[in-house]
């Protein structure tokens, strides 16, 4: 190969030695051609396939096309192949060829263009119209093409026209210009001509002035127009550009060019906007409007060529010409205008589209402005729109740039979560950012946000998601039918979820296998299981062994009505570090980390004990651990009563041997037994209000809604309001300190069975009837003073069944006078207070 070729003409040089090795059948100029070609006749695919064939063999060949592939979708095709070229040359070929360019810079003559065919010409029109649309690269047109329109190219204005080649599109000191954005730049070694027009004829300084103008509406600079940009450039885009017409224009003449001339500053910031969105990446939102309002300035394009072509055959007048742009300059300022607020308020995503809508409703009575920020809106909506889609249809987010309403929070797979995930997936695993949602998605987003998660769920359990009916979900300002698909895609994903909870994985099932053993609605099994545990439960928490407990209750439920359970495999023993109260202090404060390590309180095995309820996904969704927690600590008040109560029995059990006593014997114990028949009453009342008057009223409100529900929300909801009621009526709330006086007055009464079984407890100085005394005393001021309490509450709460516990206890008045005295004794403290 010669060497001069590659010297001089480096492109060629290097297109002939690919081809020699590839044994290619076509020749450099066929290659230059095919990418010469313009946008309309374009094959992105063919020029690819000629890449190909040329590079075969070369090293690293996939890479560069895929280069290549990427750049013909933003960029001209020559530079394309340039870059491509540039992987397989020995020298640098943009350089050379802008050093080229540099050397012999081509001019703009009158004579260039009088031996042009009316075909050349058409395709020279089409060359300016890309590259003011971004189609034509800066390469391309250094690439010795001269690129000329009829919009701005006339013989008659030859004499003020610009060169053209490498400093058609400037680059600043600083940064490098995009070809598609003609900004008003002064073009370096280049003097604008302005010669003495002022005493030529009024038509004749309009023929100029309408050329001059012509020129700015496209971003290029005139003769006698010359655009104001330092304050534009120093950061105030968001202001109209102002221009200065040459004062040797005639003065009516300058009037009529400034009513004209804010139609080149729209037309300057939505380029800028464009380029913007284009070359930087913003969010899909921007792009699409960007891309729309490509579409519209290309019209806009078409106007000025219908304007150029009135111009040259004399039939346009400045005054023709302000009527035929006035439709078009009112467009151009609306669609600026929005654009301006868009970049100087960082607009994005979903504002983005809250702007443009409410610009719609701002536009009534303007019909042409207002069609075109629909058909605009509708275009930068459709991204958004396809994110929601797969949203509602599939239960997946694709939101690359983080635009869409509803955040993933997830960072890890559900798989490797911890057993607590599911009580954080619902409310915590998807999120709606609010200041991203469209305003005209705001009243249905919290459906979307639950759509997605129901749809989610269901695909998470391993089920293929496939709606009824092909969804397509398009936004139109015009009406409400985007509205309507996303609530069909809800209904579905809301039955769907329920199918799969309450039939495929039995939720009602788990729920009542719940309630048979964590709110001992399993009679049998429970005195069974105390019988078989009560030893064990008696030591130590330290000293208990769990793996005894997990195998008495595995006999148990298989001795017991239990066996007949499904789930009973799924309840087992626990051994909790600390006492109710604390519990139910972290439960009420939304401490949800209770359950890590904390000291072991000097408590016994049965002040622990509590049951656990396992269920997998996405039962866990219902039951998880917070819901669980709940249910522990209402069993652990019932159990712990319980089983007062049977020491209470076994204490009357031992001493009816004192019915064989003498009378006077029989007399000490007298009192003994009246006050275990008083804390006995206390104790089953206090049992039968929780599971009774509490517990079952409120299930059976909570089974009638289950009945009644329509989506998975409504499931949780109605169970938390039942868990809620349950621990509110149950006094198991840290808004009063009932809870605390109930546990006293239990303990109060294990330790006179602890007496009565053994007298060894007694001080050297104490009688039995004393000591009897002493806890009657003891008893009576705690069962008053939670009665008490009690009346407090109810009276601040009479929605509440508090009050059925008072009267159940003090049934026949007992209590009254003590109470009375109580009441006394506080209100005349709080008096001296």
């Known amino acids: 190969m010669n060497e ?33 070609t313009t946008k309309e006749k374009r094959n992105n695919r063919k020029l690819l396939k000629i890449l190909e064939i040329i590079s075969k063999g070369q090293p690293k060949q996939a890479e560069s096309l895929l280069e290549a592939a990427k750049l013909l979708e933003k960029k001209d095709p020559f530079y394309c192949l340039m870059s491509f070229l540039n992987c397989y040359s020995d020298t640098n070929i943009m350089q050379a060829m802008r050093k080229k360019d540099s050397t012999s810079t081509p001019v703009l003559t009158k004579t260039m263009f009088e031996g042009n065919t009316p075909d050349r010409m058409s395709e020279i029109k089409e060359r300016v119209v890309q590259a003011a649309t ?35 599109f400037p680059a600043t000191k600083s940064t490098v210009r995009s070809d598609s954005l003609w900004e008003f730049h002064n073009i370096e070694n280049m003097q604008f001509q302005q010669n003495n027009i002022a005493a030529i004829p009024i038509t004749s300084q309009e023929n100029l002035l309408l050329y001059d103008l012509i020129y700015c509406l496209t971003g290029m600079r005139g003769s006698y127009i010359t655009p104001e940009l330092d304050a534009y450039r120093d950061g105030n885009q968001s202001l109209s550009m102002k221009f200065k017409i040459s004062d040797q224009i005639h003065t009516s003449l300058r009037d009529i060019a400034q009513e004209i001339l804010p139609l080149a500053s729209h037309y300057t910031c939505i380029q800028q906007f464009i380029q913007k969105a284009t070359f930087s990446n913003c969010s899909q939102v921007l792009q699409a409007l960007s891309e729309a309002l490509n579409n519209l300035i290309h019209d806009y394009y078409l106007l000025l060529a219908q304007l150029e072509s009135e ?108 057993e607590h995930y599911s009580a954080d997936y619902w409310e ?5 950012r609010r200041e991203r949602i469209p305003c005209f998605l705001d009243k249905v987003s919290d459906i979307i946000l639950r759509t997605g998660k129901y749809l989610n769920v269901i695909r998470q359990c391993g089920k293929k998601v496939t709606p009824p009916q092909t969804m397509h979900l398009q936004f139109s300002p015009t009406n409400q039918n985007h509205i309507t698909v996303i609530q069909n895609a809800y209904r579905f994903a809301s039955k769907n979820l329920l199918e799969v909870l309450l039939k495929e994985n039995d939720l009602m099932g788990h729920l009542m296998s719940v309630k048979r053993y964590l709110l001992l609605h399993q009679g049998d099994f429970i005195t069974q299981f105390m019988d078989a545990c009560e030893d064990e439960l008696a030591k130590n928490v330290d000293k208990v062994l769990p793996m005894t407990l997990e195998n ?38 939304n401490e949800e980390e209770y359950w890590q390590t904390h000291d072991r309180l000097d408590l016994n095995g049965l002040e622990c004990f509590a049951f656990r309820y396992e269920v997998k996904w996405p039962v866990s969704l219902v039951l998880n651990h917070i819901a669980i927690s709940k249910y522990q600590m209402l069993f652990r008040q019932l159990f712990y009563c319980k089983h007062v109560e049977r020491q209470l029995c076994k204490i009357w059990k031992e001493n009816s041997i004192a019915k064989k006593f003498s009378p006077q014997a029989a007399e000490l ?35 009638q809604n289950m009945n009644k529900v329509e989506n998975v929300d409504e499931v949780l909801v109605f169970h938390q309001d039942f868990l809620d009621l349950c621990l509110k009526n149950c006094m198991l709330t840290d808004a009063t300190s009932l809870n605390r006086s109930i546990f006293k007055m239990c303990n109060i009464c294990l330790k006179f069975c602890e007496f009565i079984q053994s007298e060894s407890s007694m001080a050297p100085t104490d009688t039995f009837s004393e000591r009897v005394k002493r806890f009657d005393l003891e008893f009576t001021g705690l069962l008053i003073g939670l009665l008490k309490q009690i009346n407090d509450v109810a009276s601040d709460n009479p929605s509440d069944r508090f009050i059925n516990l008072v009267h159940r206890i003090n049934f026949n008045s007992f209590y009254n006078e003590q109470m009375d005295k109580l009441c006394a004794k506080d209100s005349m403290l709080a008096h001296h207070s």
């Open 4 to 36: 001069n070729t590659v010297t001089k003409d480096p492109m060629r040089g290097t297109l002939k030695k690919l081809i020699e090795h590839s044994n290619a059948t076509i020749s450099s100029d066929d290659v230059l051609r095919e990418f010469r």
């Open 134 to 168: 971004g189609g034509i690269s800066r390469t391309a047109q250094n690439n010795n093409s001269i690129i000329s329109t009829g919009i701005l190219c006339t013989p008659a204005l030859t004499t003020t026209l610009p060169t053209l080649g490498s400093s058609l």
């Open 311 to 418: 111009l040259n055959a004399g039939n346009l007048t400045l005054h023709k010409m302000l009527f035929y742009v006035r439709p078009t300059l009112n467009t151009m300022e609306v669609l600026a205008g929005a654009v301006s607020l868009i970049v100087a308020n960082e607009l994005r995503g979903g504002q983005a589209l809250t702007l443009l809508f409410n610009q719609i409703s701002s536009l009534t009575g303007d019909e042409e402005s207002q069609k075109f920020m629909i058909q605009l809106t509708q275009r930068a909506a459709v991204p958004y729109m396809n994110i929601l889609q797969l949203w509602i249809q599939k239960g997946v987010i694709n939101d690359p740039q983080q635009e869409f309403l509803v955040e993933d929070n997830e960072v890890i797979r559900r798989e490797e979560l911890p």
């Open 428 to 432: 915590k695993r998807y999120t709606i």
């Open 552 to 589: 008495l209750l595995g006999l148990t439920l298989r001795l017991s009505s239990a066996k007949h359970d499904p789930y009973k495999d799924d309840v087992h023993c626990e051994l909790l570090t600390y006492d109710l109260v604390t519990q139910m202090s972290k439960i009420m404060n």
């Open 669 to 703: 114990y007298r009192s003994a037994f009246t006050l275990r028949q008083r804390m006995m009453n206390a104790v089953q009342n206090l049992e039968y209000y929780m599971m009774v008057e509490v517990i079952e009223p409120n299930w059976h409100i909570f089974i």
